[in-house]
């Protein structure tokens, strides 16, 4: 059996026992890790995913963190008063053995996800929206920060932000209210 996988912009074909050399991710030498961005699987009977196969994983372990081989930029331009230069670059690439192809029930093995250098799990990228709370980016001129901002400061919807007075607007430190928002919360408040 064999899985078609998508990590670090680039697809990889993998069975069991392969080791592979990819780009960077987040995880310790030892560790076990699991790609669920598989677009295909092969064997008896091959699965196509749209964009991937539903419930499918792949589990590898992490054997090192390591840097490739250096690669050499050099440009030089012709002729008289030309210019040359040389820049050198190693990839930090990690190091994994795939130990096993799960063709369901991917989501409850509990394994950690793999993710690059630097990149948010899913679960922290969306956090969940409070109970009663409205979008306030509908307003002219909030954006997501101002937004964050406004929740911070206790105001969630539109209702609390329609019935805000000036005195209200004045005591508010974290983000300056315009009084067009408030008419504008009105307005979203009715319907």
Do not use: C
């Amino acid at each position: 059996m064999f899985a078609v996988l998508k990590t670090g912009g680039k697809q990889y074909k993998v069975q069991a026992g392969d080791i592979l050399r990819i780009e960077k991710l987040a995880a310790d030498a030892g560790e076990t890790i699991q790609f669920n961005d598989i677009l295909m699987l092969g064997g008896d009977a091959t699965v196509v995913g749209a964009p991937f196969v539903e419930g499918a994983a792949v589990q590898a372990e992490v054997i090192d963190q390591i840097k490739g081989e250096k690669l050499i930029h050099f440009v030089k331009r012709r002729r008289k008063h030309s210019s040359k230069r040389t820049k050198g670059h190693r990839q930090k690439l990690t190091l994994i053995k795939i130990t096993e192809i799960l063709t369901a029930g991917a989501d409850k093995t509990g394994v950690k996800v793999a993710t690059g250098k630097g990149a948010a799990p899913a679960a922290a990228k969306a956090a969940p929206a409070a109970a009663g709370s409205d979008d306030l980016t509908q307003l002219t001129g909030v954006g997501p920060a101002a937004a964050k901002k406004l929740n911070d400061a206790g105001l969630t919807s539109f209702a609390q932000v329609a019935a805000l007075s000036t005195d209200d607007i004045a005591a508010i430190d974290a983000v300056k209210v315009k009084p067009e928002w408030v008419e504008q919360a009105k307005d979203l408040a009715k319907g």
